[in-house]
C-alpha cells in the first residue's frame, strides 16, 4: 500500500514571515473600517447582490444629475460613499475569497494526507 501525497506545501520561515505581515497589514487596515452583523440583523437588513449593482449606480447617476428629483430626507453624499464603499471591498473581497477557498481546499487535503499516514503506522 503506497502513501497518499495529494499535496506538499512548505513554506520558508522568511516566505511564512511575511505572509504573516501582509495579513497583520490587512488587519490593521481593516478592521477599524469594518462593522460585523448579527445573524438576526441580516434577515431584516436590503440585500444588494450582483443582480442590483447596476439598479444602485443608475440610482445614484440618477441623484446626482438630477438633485432636484432627490428626497429631501437623502443625503446623496452618504449615498456616494455607500456605492463607493461596496465598489471598494467587492474589489478586496474578490481575490481573498478565492485565497480563503484555495487555503481551506490545501488544508483539507493537507488533513487528508496526515491522517492517511496516520492511519498507515
Known amino acids: 500500500m503506497s502513501q497518499q501525497n495529494l499535496i506538499s506545501i512548505s513554506f520558508n520561515e522568511q516566505d511564512f514571515n511575511e505572509i504573516n505581515n ?3 497589514t490587512l488587519k490593521v487596515k481593516l478592521i477599524p473600517q469594518l462593522k460585523a452583523i ?3 440583523e ?5 440585500k444588494m447582490g450582483d443582480k442590483t449593482v447596476a439598479f444602485v449606480s443608475k440610482a445614484l447617476e ?5 438633485p432636484e428629483l432627490a428626497p429631501q430626507y437623502l443625503d ?13 471591498l467587492r474589489s478586496i ?3 481573498l475569497e478565492q485565497l480563503t477557498r484555495l487555503i481551506s481546499d490545501s488544508m483539507i487535503l493537507a488533513g487528508s494526507d ?6 498507515m503506522f
Do not use: M, W
Open 22 to 24: 501582509a495579513i497583520t
Open 76 to 88: 446623496v453624499n452618504e449615498f456616494k460613499n455607500d456605492v463607493k464603499a461596496i465598489e471598494n
Open 62 to 66: 440618477h441623484c446626482i444629475t438630477n
Open 42 to 46: 441580516v434577515r431584516e437588513l436590503s
Open 114 to 119: 496526515a491522517f492517511s499516514a496516520a492511519l
Open 93 to 95: 473581497y474578490a481575490p
Open 38 to 40: 448579527q445573524n438576526g
